[in-house]
C-alpha cells in the first residue's frame, strides 16, 4: 500500500531543486496574476509554469489534474460572457444565449489564473518528494508535529480507500439500499460511516500510545536519519523570485 | 533496589466510579520476567500503562501510590523520559506503525530522532535490532505492507532501538496468525535469554508457564496472588478467576504426576516427561 | 467560566489530539465518498472536522479543517487549498458552540449546523470574489447566481447566494450526523482528548 502522492519520480532539474523554491514558485506566479492581472501577462507566466512542467518531464502528468478544475473553467466562461455586470458589446450568441466581449475578457482573465494556479502547484507536487518537502519545512521552524499530521494522513487516505471496498461489501452483503428515496439512502450512510469512526478513534487511542512509547512528545531537540541534500543554486533561484515579484509591483505602480 | 517497584498502587479512569487498579504491591528484578494474568477486564493492560507511565500521564484520572522504574518515579517524570528506561509493545501491529514513514528502516528511526540520537548511533542500532528481530531484509519496504508477524517484530525493534532497562509486552501475539505468533515468540525466548526485563501479558497459558519466572494473578483490579508459575497453575481455584491452567498441567493433575513431595504439578512439556519418566 | 475558556483555547497538543487530525481528515474523505456513492445531494466531506471539534475543542477543530484542504490541494484538487480557510472557520465555530453547550440537544445541533454553513458561506465569499470572480463551480450554487445576477442584483450578494445555497443544507446535515454518532461513542474513546482534566490523588 502506498502513500497518497502525486510524486513522479523522474531525474530532471526541476526534482533536483529545493522544495522551498518550489514552494515560493507557486506563490510568486500566482500573485503575480494578481499585481499584474492583464489577459497577455497571466499567459507568460502560464507559459513559463508549462515550460518547467516540460522540463521537469511531467507535462503529462499534471493533464489529469488540470482536468479537474474542467468544470470550474467551463461555468467561469459560461457565465461571465454570458452575464457579467458589465456585459455591452455583443461578441456571438448560440441560439438564445448571447455571448459579450466585456464578461469573455475576464472569464479570460479568470481562466488563465485558474490554469497558472493548478499548474504551478502541480510543478510543486509532481516533482517533490512529499516527505522531503516536511523535512525541509521542518528544518524552517514547521512543528514536527504538523509535518508528522501531513505525513501521516498521506499514508491514511490509501488504507482509508482500502477499508470503504470492505464496508461497501459487508453492507452490500447484509441488503444495504444504495438505491431508492433520499431518506432511504440517507440512513444509509450511517451503517457506512459508523464503523470507519469507531474504527479510527480506537485506532487514534493506540496510536497516541505507540507515538508516546516512542518519546513523540520529547522536549528536546530532535535529529533527522536522512542527511540534508544539497541543494544548486539555491539562494539564486529565490532570490530571483523575489526580484521578479518586486520589479511586477514597481511596474505595477509606475506604469 | 529492584528494577521495578510497585507500591500500593490504585488507579481509576476519568469520569468512571470502580477502581481499575486496587493496591497492588510487587517488584520485579532485572533480567527477570514476569508473567501477568487474569481475565477480560482484569487490569492487565492498565497496569502495563501504569508501569510506562501512560497511567497517570496520558489518560488522566484518579491515582495513588507509588511505581518506581530504574529508579526512576512514574508519577513525577514526563512519559519521553520513562520511555527511555521501560518500552511498551501491545496487541495491533497496524496501530504500533507511526504511519508517517515510508521504510521500515525509517520506522525505527523515528524514536531514535525524537530522542535526539546522532545519525552514525542511530544507524548503528536499527541495524542491530532489525538483525535482532529478523526483519532485516524487510528494511526498505512500506511497514504497511508486512506480515502482522513482520510488523509486529518491526514494533518491538522499534521499541528496543531507545534501548530500554524493561521491555513490556501487552498480548503481543493475539492479532497474529499462528505462523506471526510463532514469529513473536521466537523473539520473546531468545530476549529472555538474553537477560532483558521482561513483563509479559498473556491469554495463552503455556506461554507464560514457558517464559515466566514468576506470575502475577490480577483479578477485577486486585492481585490475587504472585509466585511461580507451577504455584500459581497448581492452584484449585483458578476458574474462579476465569482462568484454565495450561493442557499439561491439566493432564498431569488427572495422571497425578506431581513434583515429588510438594503439591505442586508441572507446567511445562518438558517437566511433565521428566516427572512421568521418574515416576 | 475563566478556566473553560483556557482549557479550550489550551496551545499545548497532546499527542492523542495531534493523532486525530489525520483521523478526522480520513472521516472526511470517506463521507465524502460514501454521500456520492449513495448518491446524496450533500457534500458530507466534513464529518470529520465536525466531529474533531466536538471532541478537542475548536483548535484541533480548525487544524483538522485546514489541513485537509491543504493536503488535497497537494495531492489531488489544487482548487480546494482555496477553501482552507472556509474549513478552518467551520472547525472554529463547531469547536467553540460545543464547548458553550450547544450539541445537548438535536434541535441545539440543528442550530450549530446553521450557524456553521451561514459562517461557511460568508468565508467563502469573498475567496470565490477573489480567485473566480464570485462563483463556487458547483452546479445549483451558479445557477442561482446566474439568476440573482440576472436580476441586477450586485455581484457579492449573487456569490454570497451562491454558497448559502451550497453550504447550508451541507452542514446542517453534516453537524447533525456528526452530533448522532458523538452521542454514541462510548467513554474510553472521547475522554483522552479532554484537554482540562487534571490527575485527581487517591
Ligand atoms: N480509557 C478508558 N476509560 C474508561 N475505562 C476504561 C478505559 N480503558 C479501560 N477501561 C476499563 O478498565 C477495566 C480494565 O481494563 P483493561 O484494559 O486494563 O483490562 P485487561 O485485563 O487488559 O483486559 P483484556 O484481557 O481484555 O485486555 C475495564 O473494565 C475497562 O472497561
Ligand atoms: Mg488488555
Same mark, same amino acid.
Given at each position: 500500500?502506498?502513500?497518497?502522492?502525486?510524486?513522479?519520480?523522474k531525474?530532471?532539474?526541476?526534482?533536483?531543486?529545493?522544495?522551498?523554491?518550489?514552494?515560493?514558485?507557486?506563490a510568486a506566479?500566482?500573485? @503575480?496574476?494578481? +499585481?499584474? #492581472?492583464?489577459?497577455?501577462?497571466?499567459? /507568460?507566466?502560464?507559459?513559463?509554469?508549462? %515550460?518547467? *512542467?516540460? =522540463?521537469g518531464?511531467?507535462?503529462?502528468?499534471?493533464?489529469?489534474?488540470?482536468?479537474?478544475?474542467?468544470?470550474?473553467?467551463?461555468?467561469?466562461?459560461?457565465?461571465?460572457?454570458?452575464f457579467?455586470?458589465?456585459?455591452?458589446?455583443? @461578441?456571438?450568441? +448560440?441560439? #438564445?444565449?448571447?455571448?459579450?466581449?466585456? /464578461?469573455?475578457?475576464?472569464a479570460?482573465? %479568470?481562466? *488563465?489564473? =485558474?490554469?497558472?494556479?493548478?499548474?504551478?502547484?502541480?510543478?510543486?507536487?509532481?516533482?517533490?518528494?512529499?516527505?522531503?518537502?516536511?523535512?525541509?519545512?521542518?528544518?524552517?521552524?514547521?512543528?514536527?508535529?504538523?509535518?508528522?499530521?501531513?505525513?501521516?494522513?498521506?499514508?491514511?487516505?490509501?488504507?482509508?480507500?482500502?477499508t470503504?471496498?470492505?464496508?461497501?461489501?459487508?453492507?452490500?452483503?447484509?441488503?444495504?439500499?444504495?438505491?431508492?428515496?433520499?431518506?432511504?439512502?440517507?440512513?444509509?450512510?450511517?451503517?457506512?460511516i459508523?464503523?470507519?469512526?469507531?474504527?479510527?478513534?480506537?485506532?487514534?487511542?493506540?496510536?497516541?500510545?505507540?507515538?508516546?512509547?516512542?518519546?513523540?512528545?520529547a522536549?528536546?531537540?530532535?535529529?533527522?536519519?536522512?542527511?540534508?541534500?544539497?541543494?544548486?543554486?539555491?539562494?539564486?533561484?529565490?532570490?530571483?523570485?523575489?526580484?521578479?515579484?518586486?520589479?511586477a509591483?514597481?511596474?505595477?505602480?509606475?506604469? | 533496589m529492584?528494577?521495578?517497584?510497585?507500591?500500593?498502587?490504585?488507579?481509576?479512569?476519568?469520569?468512571?466510579?470502580?477502581?481499575?487498579?486496587?493496591?497492588?504491591?510487587?517488584?520485579?528484578?532485572?533480567?527477570?520476567?514476569?508473567?501477568?494474568?487474569?481475565?477480560?477486564?482484569?487490569?492487565?493492560?492498565?497496569?502495563?500503562?501504569?508501569?510506562?507511565?501512560?497511567?497517570p500521564?496520558?489518560?488522566?484520572?484518579?491515582?495513588?501510590?507509588?511505581?518506581?522504574?530504574?529508579?526512576l518515579?512514574?508519577?513525577?517524570?514526563?512519559?519521553?523520559?520513562?520511555?527511555?528506561?521501560?518500552?511498551?509493545?501491545?496487541?495491533?501491529?497496524f496501530?504500533?506503525?507511526?504511519?508517517?514513514k515510508?521504510?521500515?528502516?525509517?520506522?525505527?528511526?523515528?524514536?531514535?530522532?525524537?530522542?535526539?540520537?546522532?545519525?552514525?548511533?542511530?544507524?548503528?542500532?536499527?541495524?542491530?535490532?532489525?538483525k535482532?528481530?529478523?526483519?532485516?531484509?524487510v528494511?526498505?519496504?512500506?511497514?504497511?505492507?508486512?506480515?502482522?508477524?513482520?510488523?509486529?517484530?518491526?514494533?518491538?525493534?522499534?521499541?528496543?532501538?531507545?534501548?530500554?532497562?524493561?521491555?513490556?509486552?501487552?498480548?503481543?501475539?493475539?492479532?497474529?496468525?499462528?505462523?506471526?505468533?510463532?514469529?513473536?515468540f521466537?523473539?520473546?525466548?531468545?530476549?529472555t535469554?538474553?537477560?532483558?526485563?521482561?513483563?509479559?501479558?498473556?491469554?495463552k497459558?503455556?506461554?507464560?508457564?514457558?517464559?515466566?519466572?514468576?506470575?502475577?494473578?490480577?483479578?477485577e483490579?486486585?492481585?490475587?496472588?504472585?509466585?511461580?508459575?507451577?504455584?500459581?497453575?497448581?492452584r484449585g481455584?483458578?476458574t474462579d478467576?476465569?482462568?484454565?491452567?495450561?493442557?499439561?498441567?491439566?493432564?498431569?493433575?488427572?495422571?497425578?504426576?506431581?513434583?515429588?513431595?510438594?503439591?505442586?504439578?508441572?507446567?511445562?512439556?518438558?517437566?511433565?516427561?521428566?516427572?512421568?519418566?521418574?515416576? | 467560566?475563566?478556566?473553560?475558556?483556557?482549557?479550550?483555547?489550551?496551545?499545548?497538543?497532546?499527542?492523542?489530539?495531534?493523532?486525530l487530525?489525520?483521523?478526522a481528515?480520513g472521516?472526511?474523505?470517506?463521507?465524502?465518498?460514501?454521500?456520492?456513492?449513495?448518491?446524496?445531494?450533500?457534500?458530507?466531506?466534513s464529518?470529520g472536522?465536525?466531529?474533531?471539534?466536538?471532541?478537542?475543542?475548536?483548535?484541533?477543530?480548525?487544524?483538522?479543517?485546514?489541513i485537509?484542504?491543504?493536503?488535497?490541494?497537494?495531492?489531488?484538487?489544487?482548487?480546494?487549498?482555496?477553501?482552507?480557510?472556509?474549513?478552518?472557520?467551520?472547525?472554529?465555530?463547531?469547536?467553540?458552540?460545543?464547548?458553550k453547550?450547544?450539541?445537548?440537544?438535536?434541535?441545539?445541533?440543528?442550530?450549530?449546523?446553521l450557524?456553521?454553513?451561514?459562517?461557511?458561506?460568508?468565508?467563502?465569499?469573498?475567496?470565490?470574489?477573489?480567485?473566480?470572480?464570485?462563483?463556487?463551480?458547483?452546479?445549483?450554487?451558479?445557477?442561482f447566481?446566474?439568476?440573482?445576477i440576472?436580476?441586477?442584483?450586485?455581484?457579492?450578494?449573487?456569490?454570497?447566494?451562491d454558497s448559502?445555497?451550497?453550504?447550508v443544507p451541507?452542514?446542517?446535515?453534516?453537524?447533525?450526523?456528526?452530533?448522532?454518532?458523538?452521542?454514541?461513542?462510548?467513554?474510553?474513546?472521547?475522554?483522552?482528548?479532554?484537554?482540562?482534566?487534571?490527575?485527581?490523588?487517591?
Amino acid at each position: 500500500m502506498g502513500s497518497m502522492t502525486l510524486y513522479v519520480e523522474k531525474n530532471s532539474l526541476i526534482h533536483h531543486l529545493d522544495p522551498l523554491v518550489k514552494l515560493l514558485y507557486v506563490a510568486a506566479s500566482i500573485a @503575480l496574476t494578481y +499585481i499584474l #492581472p492583464e489577459p497577455l501577462f497571466i499567459a /507568460g507566466v502560464l507559459f513559463i509554469t508549462f %515550460l518547467l *512542467l516540460v =522540463v521537469g518531464k511531467v507535462f503529462r502528468n499534471s493533464l489529469p489534474i488540470v482536468a479537474l478544475s474542467m468544470v470550474l473553467i467551463f461555468s467561469l466562461v459560461i457565465v461571465q460572457g454570458f452575464f457579467h455586470p458589465d456585459n455591452a458589446t455583443e @461578441l456571438f450568441a +448560440i441560439g #438564445p444565449v448571447v455571448f459579450y466581449e466585456e /464578461g469573455l475578457t475576464v472569464a479570460l482573465g %479568470l481562466v *488563465l489564473r =485558474v490554469l497558472v494556479m493548478v499548474g504551478a502547484f502541480s510543478v510543486l507536487i509532481l516533482t517533490t518528494r512529499p516527505d522531503e518537502m516536511v523535512e525541509r519545512l521542518i528544518k524552517k521552524g514547521m512543528s514536527p508535529k504538523i509535518g508528522h499530521v501531513i505525513l501521516s494522513v498521506l499514508q491514511l487516505i490509501p488504507q482509508m480507500r482500502a477499508t470503504m471496498g470492505k464496508i461497501t461489501d459487508a453492507q452490500r452483503s447484509r441488503g444495504m439500499e444504495t438505491e431508492g428515496k433520499l431518506l432511504v439512502r440517507i440512513k444509509a450512510f450511517f451503517p457506512l460511516i459508523g464503523p470507519v469512526v469507531l474504527n479510527s478513534l480506537n485506532e487514534t487511542k493506540e496510536r497516541s500510545i505507540a507515538l508516546e512509547m516512542r518519546g513523540f512528545d520529547a522536549p528536546g531537540k530532535k535529529t533527522f536519519l536522512n542527511e540534508e541534500k544539497i541543494y544548486p543554486y539555491n539562494k539564486q533561484f529565490a532570490g530571483m523570485l523575489v526580484i521578479i515579484i518586486l520589479l511586477a509591483i514597481v511596474w505595477r505602480v509606475i506604469g | 533496589m529492584s528494577t521495578i517497584e510497585v507500591e500500593n498502587l490504585k488507579y481509576r479512569y476519568p469520569d468512571t466510579t470502580k477502581l481499575v487498579l486496587n493496591d497492588l504491591n510487587f517488584s520485579v528484578e532485572k533480567g527477570e520476567c514476569l508473567g501477568i494474568i487474569g481475565e477480560n477486564t482484569a487490569g492487565k493492560s492498565t497496569l502495563c500503562y501504569a508501569l510506562a507511565g501512560l497511567v497517570p500521564h496520558f489518560y488522566k484520572g484518579a491515582y495513588g501510590g507509588k511505581v518506581t522504574v530504574n529508579g526512576l518515579v512514574v508519577r513525577d517524570h514526563e512519559i519521553a523520559t520513562i520511555v527511555e528506561n521501560i518500552g511498551l509493545v501491545f496487541e495491533n501491529p497496524f496501530s504500533q506503525m507511526t504511519g508517517a514513514k515510508q521504510t521500515v528502516y525509517e520506522e525505527v528511526a523515528f524514536g531514535l530522532e525524537n530522542m535526539g540520537l546522532v545519525r552514525q548511533e542511530m544507524h548503528t542500532r536499527i541495524e542491530k535490532y532489525l538483525k535482532l528481530l529478523a526483519v532485516y531484509s524487510v528494511k526498505d519496504k512500506n511497514p504497511f505492507d508486512l506480515s502482522g508477524g513482520q510488523m509486529q517484530r518491526v514494533a518491538i525493534a522499534s521499541v528496543l532501538a531507545m534501548e530500554p532497562e524493561v521491555l513490556i509486552l501487552d498480548e503481543p501475539t493475539s492479532q497474529l496468525d499462528p505462523q506471526g505468533s510463532q514469529e513473536v515468540f521466537e523473539v520473546i525466548e531468545e530476549l529472555t535469554k538474553g537477560g532483558m526485563t521482561i513483563i509479559l501479558v498473556e491469554h495463552k497459558m503455556d506461554k507464560i508457564a514457558q517464559y515466566a519466572d514468576r506470575v502475577l494473578l490480577l483479578h477485577e483490579g486486585r492481585q490475587v496472588d504472585l509466585d511461580t508459575p507451577e504455584n500459581i497453575f497448581s492452584r484449585g481455584d483458578l476458574t474462579d478467576f476465569g482462568l484454565t491452567p495450561p493442557v499439561v498441567t491439566t493432564i498431569a493433575k488427572a495422571l497425578g504426576i506431581q513434583y515429588p513431595g510438594t503439591k505442586l504439578y508441572p507446567v511445562t512439556i518438558e517437566e511433565f516427561k521428566r516427572l512421568g519418566e521418574d515416576k | 467560566m475563566s478556566k473553560n475558556k483556557r482549557s479550550m483555547w489550551s496551545v499545548k497538543l497532546s499527542t492523542a489530539a495531534i493523532v486525530l487530525i489525520p483521523a478526522a481528515i480520513g472521516i472526511n474523505y470517506l463521507g465524502k465518498l460514501f454521500a456520492s456513492l449513495l448518491r446524496l445531494p450533500l457534500w458530507l466531506d466534513s464529518i470529520g472536522t465536525v466531529l474533531a471539534s466536538m471532541l478537542a475543542g475548536p483548535i484541533i477543530g480548525a487544524a483538522s479543517g485546514i489541513i485537509n484542504n491543504i493536503i488535497f490541494g497537494i495531492t489531488a484538487d489544487p482548487i480546494s487549498t482555496v477553501y482552507a480557510i472556509t474549513s478552518g472557520a467551520i472547525g472554529l465555530t463547531v469547536g467553540i458552540m460545543a464547548h458553550k453547550g450547544w450539541i445537548s440537544s438535536i434541535q441545539k445541533a440543528v442550530v450549530v449546523g446553521l450557524v456553521t454553513g451561514v459562517v461557511a458561506a460568508i468565508v467563502s465569499t469573498p475567496l470565490n470574489m477573489i480567485f473566480w470572480g464570485g462563483q463556487t463551480g458547483n452546479i445549483w450554487g451558479d445557477a442561482f447566481y446566474t439568476f440573482l445576477i440576472s436580476t441586477n442584483s450586485p455581484q457579492w450578494l449573487a456569490s454570497f447566494g451562491d454558497s448559502i445555497v451550497v453550504d447550508v443544507p451541507d452542514k446542517v446535515v453534516t453537524v447533525l450526523i456528526s452530533y448522532f454518532i458523538f452521542k454514541g461513542l462510548p467513554n474510553s474513546l472521547t475522554n483522552i482528548y479532554r484537554q482540562d482534566s487534571e490527575i485527581e490523588e487517591i
